[in-house]
């Protein structure tokens, strides 16, 4: 259903499997998978492919023009795409922005599948949130990534380029300008621990739980230097497949969070 004070651009594509709500704007080069709803005031602006059983909630702002200051629609628009995978919910006020070729970025902001971006969350341009993730009401910088199931606390703000790893929840109202490892609980850029309710809500083992814990107190240990927290990591805990999944992380990351204790 279409409602007749919805505008769409006649290069838009929309099934019929769509709901399409009262003042929606729906601009060029907008292609829709099955069964998305568009809520009255929402807004996809354009060079956006969106999947199937999407949600926009009223006031969503979907596909904006990136906010760079090098970047020139007439001359960039064409390099700049969103995607959006299949069954996110996209809530009231959220903006998302299409990406841009700097820093050698493919022009698209991506989207994966499974997603809730809650009230006032903003996306900016380059941005890659993975799947099962949630944003409440968070300012996401350029070139972020965000892996599978990291949740991301209220008002929270993630600098430019910063990789928030898979499971990590940052808490309420922190500032984040490092990367946060797979499977941490941080506030700013402080790691607590482990995101022990999480992890038990995906049904992780209790053995893989424990070792997880015992590799966060290594990083966490006043006693050991970083680069040793690593080694007696890998020598006391390598052969679970998640202690290498944060190694990997570790060796890789360019912006350290704080492990060490602050109290």
Same mark, same amino acid.
């Given at each position: 259903m279409i409602h007749p004070t919805a505008i769409i651009d006649p290069s838009a594509v929309v099934p019929d499997s769509n709901s399409i709500g009262a003042h929606v704007i729906i601009g060029a080069n907008v292609v829709l998978g099955e069964n998305n709803t568009l809520h009255h005031h929402a807004q996809i602006v354009g060079n956006c492919t969106v999947g199937d059983n999407n949600q926009f909630f009223p006031f969503s702002l979907v596909a904006l023009p990136p906010q760079d200051i090098s970047y020139r629609e007439e001359n960039t628009h064409n390099d700049s795409f969103l995607t959006i995978g299949n069954n996110n919910i996209l809530r009231e006020y959220i903006t998302v922005h299409r990406g841009t070729k700097k820093y050698d970025s493919d022009g698209i902001t991506k989207i994966g599948n499974d997603n809730l971006l809650l009230t006032a969350t903003h996306i900016a341009h380059d941005v890659q949130v993975h799947n099962n993730v949630i944003v409440s009401g968070g300012v996401i910088a350029g070139h972020? =990534?965000?892996?599978? *199931?990291? =949740? =991301?606390?209220?008002?929270?703000?993630?600098? +430019?380029?910063? *990789?928030i790893g898979q499971y990590a929840m940052i808490s309420g109202m922190s500032f984040v300008s490092a990367d946060i490892p797979p499977f941490a609980i941080c506030n700013n850029n402080n790691i607590r621990g482990i995101n022990i309710i999480g992890l038990q809500r995906n049904n992780f083992t209790e053995k893989t739980i424990a070792a997880l814990a015992s590799a966060f107190a290594f990083l966490?240990? /006043?006693?050991?230097?970083y680069t040793e927290s690593l080694k007696q990591i890998q020598?006391?805990?390598?052969?679970? *497949?998640? =202690? +290498?999944?944060?190694?990997?992380?570790?060796?890789?990351? @360019?912006?350290?969070? /704080?492990? @060490?204790?602050?109290?």
């Open positions: 972020v =990534i965000l892996e599978d *199931h990291a =949740i =991301i606390g209220l008002c929270s703000a993630v600098h +430019q380029f910063c *990789h966490r240990s /006043n006693k050991l230097l020598k006391d805990l390598g052969s679970y *497949h998640e =202690i +290498q999944q944060l190694l990997s992380f570790l060796t890789q990351s @360019k912006r350290k969070a /704080n492990f @060490k204790k602050l109290d």
